[in-house]
T-cell receptor, first 113, second 114 residues
């Protein structure tokens, strides 16, 4: 699975949009981009995933560049409860891949009042 | 409610003792996983199982053992051979159907070896 690069930390203001970047320049054509977050001392929580089209759900939006070498997770109106470590992961699709996800260091997001 | 239950939440053991962490899921998921997390670090995969009676080593399997005798259960044993067992252990499961890749995690077990 391709490696991802994320900034180690970022702050954002409560009520504002939080834009979390992720570089995955070695991504291959059959690899999806996944985002998870982990609130302190809890298990990670799935946020969103995509292949090449932009995606949106009730939690966030995922913007993937046309060349797929980078993506941005957008939390439209950050709240204090969004303070967490956010992980960007890429993995090959398909049952044979075993849904095995490799988590890197992630971005530690601190939402400030 | 459906989900993944890990127990115990906190565990203290003396050095040299084997420890077994429990993971049970009622989501009818085929695949289950064990991850280890050290302070300030990401998750590292220990073992995973795609189907009952089958499992594969992950990136850091040395010093650990697992079994998958039932679909709902995937216990992890931390053996005395594991050099630095103190860590936060996370169990996860996923459906074998489709390519969503979404993992559902338990709340974790924090193991401290004294």
């Amino acid at each position: 699975d391709a490696k991802t690069t994320q900034p180690p930390s970022m702050d954002c203001a409560e009520g504002r949009a939080a834009n979390l970047p992720c570089n995955h320049s070695t991504i291959s054509g059959n690899e999806y981009v996944y985002w998870y977050r982990q609130i302190h001392s809890q298990g990670p929580q799935y946020i969103i995933h995509g292949l090449k089209n932009n995606e949106t759900n009730e939690m966030a939006s995922l913007i993937i560049t046309e060349d797929r070498k980078s993506s941005t997770l957008i939390l439209p109106h950050a709240t204090l409860r969004d303070t967490a470590v956010y992980y960007c992961i890429v993995r090959v699709a398909g049952k044979a891949a075993g849904n095995k996800l490799t988590f890197g260091g992630g971005t530690r997001v601190l939402v400030k009042p | 409610d459906g989900g993944i239950t890990q127990s115990p939440k906190y565990l203290f053991r003396k050095e040299g003792q084997n420890v077994t962490l429990s993971c049970e899921q009622n989501l009818n998921h085929d695949a289950m996983y064990w991850y280890r997390q050290d302070p300030g670090q990401g998750l590292r995969l220990i073992y995973y199982s795609q189907i009952v009676n089958d499992f594969q080593k992950g990136d850091i399997a040395e010093g650990y053992s697992v079994s998958r005798e039932k679909k709902e259960s995937f216990p992890l044993t931390v053996t005395s051979a594991q050099k630095n067992p103190t860590a936060f252990y996370l169990c996860a499961s996923s459906s074998g159907q489709g390519n969503t890749g979404e993992l559902f995690f338990g709340e974790g077990s924090r193991l401290t070896v004294l």
